[in-house]
């Protein structure tokens, strides 16, 4: 009996010991959960990124289409470019086509185009760039607004050929625009991730087309 006495009352101290270690251990779990929530919570749209319009039509049996979008940067943002810190704007096209199989609906995604697009400020040439890195093509000029107006301008981009689309079908067009943060030098990024003013997104904008049901 005295051993049983004994040993009774030390089993709630272990309990409570295995407590005490695993509770600091829960605190950084959750330290850490709260800040990738945190990185990777979904971008909101901003004012200082809108598109304006998104036109589609047809030629050379090519659908294309033509875009325009304004950019006011915050002062935040102007200052890093005059400090000729490259700033670095991502653009998205996703084009779907919308089906629908013994009466259900599906979505079929036909493109996605991602490409990073540099806009940088050289002091000695006093000139600014913008260098698509997706075609590489390079162009310089005289003042900021030139440049954004530049960047904020697709004309005639091809999405599909026209004999890649069905006759009598439903399709969304989808343009997003906003500022790769990412790309920033190393010290710069955990600012960004904190400061809304680097958060420039547009959001989705989008235009549904329907194809003739005689197509071609």
Same mark, same amino acid.
């Not at 470019?81 to 009466?103: A, K, V």
């Given at each position: 009996?005295?051993?049983?006495?004994?040993?009774?009352?030390?089993?709630?101290?272990? *309990?409570?010991?295995?407590?005490?270690?695993?509770?600091?251990?829960?605190?950084?779990?959750?330290? $850490?959960?709260? &800040?990738?929530?945190?990185?990777?919570?979904?971008?909101?749209?901003?004012?200082?990124?809108?598109?304006?319009?998104?036109?589609?039509?047809?030629?050379?049996?090519?659908?294309? $289409?033509?875009?325009?979008?304004?950019?006011?940067?915050? !002062?935040?943002?102007?200052?890093?470019?005059?400090?000729?810190?490259?700033?670095?704007? +991502?653009?998205?096209?996703? $084009?779907?086509?919308? !089906?629908?199989?013994?009466?259900?609906?599906?979505? *079929?995604?036909?493109?996605?185009?991602?490409?990073? @697009?540099?806009?940088?400020?050289?002091?000695?040439?006093?000139?600014?760039?913008? +260098?698509?890195?997706?075609?590489?093509?390079?162009?310089?000029?005289?003042?900021?607004?030139?440049?954004?107006?530049?960047?904020? @301008?697709?004309?005639? $981009?091809?999405?599909?050929?026209?004999?890649?689309?069905?006759?009598? !079908?439903?399709?969304?067009?989808?343009?997003?625009?906003?500022?790769? #943060?990412? *790309?920033?030098?190393?010290?710069?990024?955990?600012?960004?991730?904190?400061?809304? +003013?680097?958060?420039?997104?547009?959001?989705?904008?989008?235009?549904? &087309? #329907?194809?003739?049901?005689?197509?071609?």
């Amino acid at each position: 009996m005295a051993l049983a006495l004994q040993a009774n009352p030390s089993m709630p101290l272990c *309990r409570q010991t295995d407590k005490q270690r695993l509770k600091p251990a829960l605190n950084w779990t959750g330290l $850490f959960t709260f &800040l990738i929530l945190l990185i990777w919570q979904p971008a909101m749209a901003s004012d200082e990124i809108r598109i304006m319009q998104v036109t589609d039509y047809q030629e050379n049996e090519q659908l294309l $289409f033509d875009s325009q979008t304004q950019f006011h940067l915050p !002062q935040a943002l102007i200052d890093a470019i005059y400090n000729e810190i490259p700033l670095t704007f +991502e653009t998205e096209i996703i $084009f779907t086509e919308h !089906q629908r199989l013994i009466g259900i609906k599906y979505d *079929r995604e036909r493109v996605n185009i991602r490409y990073q @697009t540099q806009l940088s400020y050289s002091s000695f040439h006093n000139r600014y760039t913008l +260098e698509n890195q997706r075609n590489q093509n390079r162009q310089h000029f005289s003042s900021l607004n030139k440049a954004l107006a530049t960047l904020g @301008t697709l004309a005639a $981009f091809p999405v599909l050929s026209l004999s890649e689309l069905h006759p009598g !079908q439903k399709y969304t067009l989808k343009l997003r625009i906003r500022l790769n #943060y990412w *790309r920033l030098p190393a010290p710069m990024i955990l600012n960004a991730l904190f400061n809304p +003013e680097w958060q420039l997104d547009s959001d989705w904008f989008e235009t549904t &087309l #329907y194809t003739p049901k005689s197509w071609l």
